[in-house]
C-alpha cells in the first residue's frame, strides 16, 4: 500500500493505492479520497430571505396567469381595453419562440401587472380581466 498526496483546485487530498500484480486480481482496494482536516476561518454569512410580492394589490377579476417562464415581448392591450375571449393579450418569448397568451374570459382589462420586457415564471399574474 502506497500513500500520496493530491492536490485538486487547492484542496489536499490524501489517498492509499495497493498496487495489483499482473498475476493477481484486479479485485483490490483503493480508499476514497479524504481531504485534510484543516482549520478555516469562516466568515458570517448575512442572510437575506427573499420574500415574492405581488406588485400591486390584489383586483377582483379573471386572473391571466403565465403558462411558462419568460420573456414579455409586446403587450396588445391597455388597462381599461375591452376584449373577448381568446383575444391576444400578450407576446410572451420562451424558448426563443413567440407564444401569444390570450384572454380567458370577455370582459374590460382591470390590471396589468407587467410590462414588455419583464421576465415572469410559471404562474405569475399577467394581468386581471373583470
Known sequence: MRKFQIKVDDKIYEVEVEEVGENESSAG?????????TK???KPVSQKVATKVSPAPAVAGEEVVAPMPGKVLQLKVSEGDSVKEG????ILEAMKMENEIVANASGNVKKIN?????MVDTGDVLLVIG
Do not use: C, F, R, Y
Not at 29 to 37: K, L
Not at 87 to 90: A, E, N, S
Not at 114 to 118: L, P, R
Open 114 to 118: 407587467v410590462a414588455a420586457n419583464d
Open 29 to 37: 482496494t483503493i480508499s476514497a479520497p479524504q481531504p485534510i482536516a
Open 87 to 90: 383575444d391576444t393579450l400578450l
Open 40 to 42: 478555516v476561518k469562516e
